[in-house]
């Protein structure tokens, strides 16, 4: 705790607990050098907002370490607005909840510990997902969620699947949804089934060892995440072989009582349509129906164009927010750059690009210059979106048709066969004067042309 140079006398101290719901309150409370007629306990953040802007409250403590996103949102949000507020954490819940263990899977064939760490977009959307904001796009990712956790059996070990394109979010929705509920006294641990290899794991030759090998490493990160959540990310990146043994280890787990050392969520994440490789013989059906009873489907930006501004005003005030550093907006032309842009990273992408323009930014307002973007056109994009980003790249090279390619990684022709289909104006994006001299030249070719 910070000390004033005038401190305040024990009976003068008001207090505001901001507490988990699950805290050994009694235990707090007798840590606590004050009068308990002067202490107050809240677990919502609003309800702690609104008292503490009324309240005249000496000091705000928190019954958790400040790796707890939550935790450590109400102390910034006191750091920032209330400055002459003491703050400090309490630590009576000691697990790192804002920590993730991270899994890999290596040599193709074994799942090994990578690293433990904290995914910096976890503690913005998490300010974001706990207010009551317009974006329509937070709103359907929350409603898908919660309609979820109303299906899930409390009393037993479940499994869910969130699907997605890459970018929009999954792990982090999972972390936040880990964080908020009573799982959160376990481990969250993140099992990547991409593999590091070059050949991945789809060119092993299976042996009964190997087999034996990937099994043993499944059960230890289950075993790992004993009462917690386990997110299996890309599982459709496993190969066949993986994939039964998969199939296996998941139905140990949702078969076993909720009392023995098992994670009590699984969430399976990929950003295919399942189905359809079933349907090929690309992933097995056996899998497929253990995990997709209980589905989240998150949406990409390119769904909800039109409140990517304010998207992006928001997640940049909940990034300074949580960072502890001087507020900065985005200019109306940047909020238009924002708009116009084909995001395919999603969210990832829109939050790298804000947390650069911010170091990018010499004053107060981020303007379009500060912004690090690229036009993209991806055979998966939407026509909306390839529409988005062709025009994107005429704009950025003045309507040159040879230096778009070149941005857009295709050919000339290509582009211009796509421009037609597209509707988009031969001339686009070139100056007013190059275009009416470029009109002229077109209306006397095709007088020439008519004439003969």
Known sequence: ????????????????IFASKD???????????ALQSRVRIIYDFKKAVEELNHGNYTHVMSDVTKQDPVARRIMTWVHVNHQDIETCYLGMNGHPSGEIDIWKLSDGKVFTHSMTG??????PLSVLYSEETPL????????????????????????VMIMGAGGTGKAVLAQIAHFSS??????????NCSSSEIGGLNDNIWTAECENRLRKSIRHMFDQSDKGSVYIHDIDKLDMVAQKIMYEEIKKVVEAPASERNPRLIICATNKYLEQDVGKGNFSAELFSLISDNVINVPSLSQFKNELPMLAENLLRAYCLTERIPERKLTKDALETIHSHVWDENLRGLFQVLKQS????DST?????????SPHLDRNDTLIDQSHSIKAALLKHKGVVTKAAGELD??????????AALEIPKGFGLPPVKKKQREERERKKNTIQNSQ
């Open 1 to 16: 705790m910070k000390i004033r140079p005038n401190s305040l006398p024990l009976s003068e101290w008001k207090v505001l």
């Open 23 to 33: 805290a050994p309150i009694a235990l707090l409370l007798n840590s606590i050098p």
């Open 118 to 123: 904290i995914d910096p977009l976890t503690e």
């Open 136 to 159: 329509k796009w937070l709103s359907h990712a929350k409603c898908e969620c919660l309609q979820v956790r109303e299906r899930l059996n409390h009393r037993k070990n479940n499994v």
């Open 182 to 191: 009573q799982r959160c006294e376990g481990l969250f641990v993140f099992a």
């Open 358 to 361: 911010y170091m990018m930014a």
């Open 365 to 373: 307002y981020i303007k379009p210059i500060h912004l690090n973007l």
């Open 410 to 419: 295709i050919s000339r022709s290509h582009l211009y066969n796509l421009m």
